[in-house]
């Protein structure tokens, strides 16, 4: 039996947390990738602390269910079936939210996509989707939302979900190469937006337990409790919590910043996702590369 990753729907709405159960009361926070993993857990913790929470992403049936999970816990919530690697698509899914809800106040960028395979392998397609969606889905959302709330007169709030690329992310050159544009385009415009009372963050997860987990072989997923140096993975809370900083009043004076949560990663090591390649074989017992006879 394969093992199974990430929170359970009860431990989404029994998990501690330091914010106060109001922190979002009124507000309507935009959550892409809504339906599933870190973005699922992102929404909820919104929800749980008054938000009402807008979910988008293509799997109308992961949608649904976790629309129907809201519902069960007193969360109110909306959502569309859409991609947003389609800049018409975003364009329509901004106007019914606005429509339907008649505000938002934050957005949070979690949607995206990578497979793990060596760099030499890319296909360009292969290489295109993922550049596509991390990076080019990531900018139509920011925009659409930005042109919005400066045609409204209304501040805002941008926080991208990206990488830790800071050493490199081994079998992920197509992500990194996106999330990096991510990053730069979001330090940029948080100046460009700053007049408007637009903030721009983004929250890098290191090696984050999630449901995405189970996407790749074990020989892959055991090198994520390698890759830091407290040697084990973090959680979706690790992530979700980072991003309701971000998104919240005690982050007020910040923006264009990039908020590392990895256990130490960027320091330390590097994930393999498809498996560790004989040549970087670690000893651990002997804290070096294993020598060759």
Same mark, same amino acid.
């Given at each position: #039996?394969?093992?199974?990753?990430?929170?359970?729907?009860?431990?989404?709405?029994?998990?501690?947390?330091?914010?106060?159960?109001?922190?979002?009361?009124? *507000?309507?926070?935009?959550? @892409?990738?809504?339906? @599933?993993?870190?973005?699922? %857990?992102?929404?909820?913790?919104? =929800? !749980?602390?008054?938000? %009402?929470?807008?979910?988008?992403?293509?799997?109308? +049936?992961?949608?649904?269910?976790? +629309? /129907?999970?809201?519902?069960? /816990?007193?969360?109110?919530?909306?959502? !569309?079936? #859409?991609?947003?690697?389609?800049?018409?698509?975003?364009?329509?899914?901004?106007?019914?939210?606005?429509?339907?809800?008649?505000?938002?106040?934050?957005?949070?960028?979690?949607?995206?996509?990578?497979?793990?395979?060596?760099?030499?392998?890319?296909?360009?397609?292969?290489?295109? /989707?993922?550049?596509? %969606?991390?990076?080019?889905? %990531?900018?139509?959302? #920011?925009?659409?939302?930005?042109?919005?709330?400066?045609?409204?007169?209304?501040?805002?709030?941008?926080?991208?979900?990206?990488?830790?690329?800071?050493?490199?992310?081994?079998?992920?050159?197509?992500?990194?190469?996106?999330?990096?544009?991510?990053?730069?385009?979001?330090?940029?415009?948080?100046?460009?937006?700053?007049?408007?009372?637009?903030?721009?963050?983004?929250?890098?997860? =290191?090696?984050? +337990?999630? @449901?995405?987990?189970?996407?790749?072989?074990?020989?892959?997923?055991?090198?994520?409790?390698? @890759?830091?140096? #407290?040697?084990?993975?973090?959680?979706?809370?690790?992530?979700? +919590?980072?991003?309701?900083?971000?998104?919240?009043?005690?982050?007020?004076?910040?923006?264009?910043?990039?908020?590392?949560?990895?256990?130490? *990663? *960027?320091?330390?090591?590097?994930?393999?996702?498809?498996?560790?390649?004989?040549?970087?074989?670690?000893?651990?017992?002997?804290?070096?590369?294993?020598?060759?006879?």
């Amino acid at each position: #039996m394969s093992k199974s990753y990430g929170s359970s729907d009860a431990a989404l709405l029994a998990y501690p947390t330091v914010y106060r159960p109001d922190l979002f009361a009124g *507000q309507v926070v935009l959550v @892409s990738g809504g339906g @599933s993993g870190l973005g699922k %857990t992102c929404a909820a913790l919104f =929800g !749980r602390l008054g938000a %009402t929470v807008a979910i988008c992403g293509r799997d109308l +049936e992961k949608l649904a269910g976790a +629309e /129907a999970f809201f519902a069960s /816990a007193g969360i109110k919530s909306w959502s !569309r079936a #859409m991609t947003i690697r389609d800049p018409d698509a975003v364009e329509a899914l901004y106007d019914d939210l606005y429509r339907d809800l008649g505000r938002l106040d934050v957005v949070v960028n979690n949607a995206g996509g990578q497979f793990p395979q060596a760099a030499l392998d890319f296909s360009p397609k292969g290489w295109n /989707a993922v550049v596509d %969606t991390n990076l080019n889905g %990531t900018w139509y959302m #920011m925009q659409a939302a930005a042109r919005r709330w400066r045609d409204r007169g209304e501040k805002g709030n941008i926080v991208n979900i990206v990488a830790d690329i800071w050493r490199g992310l081994p079998q992920m050159a197509h992500t990194t190469a996106a999330r990096a544009g991510v990053i730069y385009a979001s330090k940029t415009v948080a100046v460009e937006w700053a007049p408007l009372g637009i903030r721009v963050n983004c929250m890098a997860p =290191g090696c984050c +337990e999630s @449901s995405a987990f189970g996407r790749y072989p074990p020989a892959g997923a055991e090198t994520f409790t390698q @890759s830091n140096p #407290m040697m084990r993975a973090g959680d979706e809370f690790d992530v979700a +919590e980072a991003v309701l900083y971000l998104a919240s009043p005690a982050a007020k004076f910040v923006t264009g910043e990039v908020l590392t949560v990895d256990g130490g *990663q *960027q320091m330390w090591g590097d994930p393999w996702p498809n498996g560790r390649p004989p040549a970087f074989e670690i000893d651990y017992g002997k804290g070096r590369l294993a020598e060759e006879d």
